[in-house]
């Protein structure tokens, strides 16, 4: 009898200890992953936090915190993780009544991407370790692996010949509002520059003369479209390395630059696109649109990308650099007409080794070819 009593006692001891612990236990308690605040390239390692707040006198012996990220997000030492379609991460703390804590947890990109977080899962046992409690936060964040740099070296070249190509067919306008002087008329004046009063006032025909300013932009032109069932990742990928690495270089040097790509943005679902600009911002938001390009998404055929820009008022004022696998002839008329109204142009064709040359000779046109390797 005395032995059923003691059984029945530590019944209703542990049914109400789980009751107690159940309702307490998630009060004031909170938890947080983080990213690092800058973003990081493809191929280095980066930085997470995970922060704990149990804002209450309750110990939590044993508190697991759990939460996942894209694959491409790997932890170097493995430890509490499992990867499968996601990264999952399990640590287990032992947390203190009204205590804080904080840990800096290493991870590598190992590819280019936009990448989030979202929920913070939480469990922990009850005091005779019987029965589990769960509970789930949200935690949101997102973070930018940018592209990897190119190779300099290899860079030089068609940087060179772009830049090359936008200092001798610079188009120079004259500005109103910068008055240089007055001159005598010459056949070749157009008539509203004659200065009426000063001809009048010296029995000859006379001309104002202003300053002139430079109107000249690079407009990238990204072809990530698989023509066929064939997948050619690799070779996209570096081109949009290589339209981030050239954006880079020419706004270094002043250059506005923008961007036209058929790649849709993996938020928005639209092509990304990028009018002409220069400074930081204009930095930040080109590596943002390029980093969020999802390849997975079907692409716009590039001759519509083409179609829309010659609408554009501003052709004669760009040097455009196509940057494309693809040599179809469509594609290539497409861009050799939208040079039509003035503008300059390079073409770098992004191969493998053991592929074809197929673009003909434009003289309008700079040709590169850029290797990549498989």
């Known amino acids: 009898m005395v032995i059923i009593v003691i059984v029945i006692g530590a019944l209703v001891m542990n049914y109400a ?35 704990i707040y149990n804002r209450k006198w309750l110990f939590l012996p044993v508190l697991q915190v759990g939460f996942q990220m894209h694959r491409n997000l790997w932890f170097a030492d493995g430890e509490n993780t499992s990867v499968s379609d996601q990264c999952y991460k399990r640590d287990i703390f032992s ?14 990109c190992s590819k280019r991407g936009y990448y989030e977080l979202s929920q913070v899962e939480l469990v922990t046992r009850s005091p005779l370790m ?4 769960y509970k789930t936060l949200e935690s949101p964040d997102h973070f930018y692996v940018y592209p990897r740099m190119v190779d300099d070296t290899k860079l030089e070249i068609p940087f060179q010949k772009i830049m090359g190509s936008v200092l001798s067919h610079k188009n120079l306008y004259e500005d109103p509002f910068e008055f240089r002087g007055i001159r005598e008329y010459q056949p070749t004046d157009p008539m509203h520059k004659i200065n009426w009063k000063v001809s009048a006032r010296t029995d ?16 990238i032109l990204l072809d990530v479209e698989d023509e066929t069932i064939w997948k050619f990742d ?18 270094q040097q ?5 961007i036209r790509t058929n790649g849709r943005d993996l938020k928005s679902d639209e092509c990304f696109s990028l009018n002409g600009g220069t400074g930081p911002q204009q930095v930040r938001s080109l590596y943002e649109g390029l980093t969020r390009l999802d390849l997975t998404k079907k692409a716009e055929h590039m001759e ?17 650099v ?18 039509q109204d003035g503008g300059t142009g390079a073409w770098i064709a992004t191969l493998y080794d053991d592929m074809e040359w197929k673009l003909p000779e434009n003289r309008k046109v700079t040709m590169i070819r850029w290797e990549v390797a498989k």
């Open 17 to 51: 200890l789980v009751k107690i612990y159940g309702h307490l236990w998630g009060k004031n308690l909170d938890a947080q992953v983080e990213f690092q605040k800058e973003p990081s390239l493809e191929g280095r390692d980066a930085m997470l936090t995970e922060t």
């Open 95 to 108: 947390v203190g009544g009204y205590q804080k804590i904080t840990r800096t947890i290493p991870f590598h």
């Open 130 to 133: 019987n029965k589990k409690f």
């Open 204 to 219: 000859q025909w006379m001309v104002n003369l202003y300053d002139s300013t430079s109107a000249q932009e690079v407009m």
């Open 234 to 251: 690799e070779i996209h990928e570096e081109g949009i390395r290589l339209a981030a690495a050239l954006a880079s270089r020419l706004l």
């Open 254 to 258: 002043g250059v506005p630059v923008g």
């Open 304 to 320: 519509v990308i083409l179609d829309r820009l010659r609408e554009e008022k501003e052709n004669g004022n760009r040097t455009y």
């Open 322 to 339: 196509m940057i494309s696998k693809n040599q179809r002839e469509s594609c290539y008329e497409g861009f050799d007409s939208l040079l």
